[in-house]
């Protein structure tokens, strides 16, 4: 079956630090690949997305991910987190098989420190 | 201004007590569809509609329906809820299938007690 899987559920970090979260997707044909951040109490917002092209992508608030096609990963990195960044992060894929569903991770819930 | 609208936002009902949870988009977008998040699970969809009066289930229908008589509408009822629907669920839109992001409503917080 389709599946997207975030290897950490909670991440915590000082400000400063260099971010990376993984994601992995289980199939290997055409995908469109997303990352969406939760604030709390917010809905979920695109942070950035692949469809094709360059394989590493920027977003917005100073977000990248790399889409690595023979490790079927989109981890998405930041080079200095802020406090702002307290939030959760998920993964998300399309995939282009029986009605381009899209199938989310469990999401990843980072803190970061003051 | 561009966005998707969900009522109520936050709502306590009893069980077998049906209730509806509306959305509408202003976007003209062709695909919606109804997730439920709950902690550690992710988003999980549970219905999903192509166009007017196209819809199909997600990964977990049980419990649930939904219309599509409008492009802009697509309400999710429940008919009989309980207690294992306590959950956040969020409306999403998106132009097309593909090749584009969703566009996500602020989501409602459903307790059935």
């Known amino acids: 079956a389709q599946s997207v899987s975030q290897h950490n559920h909670h991440v915590i970090l000082s400000e400063a630090a260099s971010l990376e979260l993984g994601c992995n997707y289980s199939?290997?044909?055409?995908?469109?690949l997303f990352w969406y951040v939760q604030y709390p109490g917010q809905h979920l917002q695109l942070l950035l997305k692949?469809?094709?092209?360059?394989?590493l992508v920027k977003g917005i608030k100073g977000f990248e991910a790399e889409f690595i096609k023979s490790k079927f990963s989109f981890n998405l990195r930041k080079p200095s987190v802020q406090w702002s960044d307290t939030a959760e992060y998920f993964c998300?894929?399309?995939?282009?098989?029986?009605?381009?569903?899209?199938?989310f991770g469990a999401g990843t819930r980072l803190f970061v420190k003051a | 201004e561009a966005q998707v609208t969900q009522n109520p936002r936050y709502l306590i009902t009893v069980t077998g007590k049906k209730l509806t949870v509306t959305c509408s988009q202003n976007?003209?977008?062709?695909?919606m569809s109804w997730y439920r998040q709950d902690p550690g699970l992710g988003l999980r969809q549970i219905y999903y509609?192509?166009?007017?009066?196209?819809?199909d289930k997600g990964d977990v229908p049980e419990g649930y329906k939904v219309s599509r008589k409008e492009k802009r509408n697509f309400p999710l009822i429940l008919e009989s809820p309980s207690p294992n629907q306590t959950s956040l669920y969020f409306c999403?839109?998106?132009?097309?299938?593909?090749?584009?992001?969703?566009?996500f409503g602020q989501g409602t917080r459903l307790t059935v007690v």
């Open positions: 999403a839109s998106s132009p097309r299938l593909s090749n584009t992001e969703a566009f």
């Open positions: 199939y290997g044909g055409t995908v469109n």
């Open positions: 692949y469809f094709s092209g360059d394989p």
């Open positions: 998300a894929v399309i995939y282009d098989t029986g009605g381009f569903k899209t199938i």
């Open positions: 976007m003209n977008h062709e695909y």
């Open positions: 509609s192509m166009n007017v009066e196209v819809t």
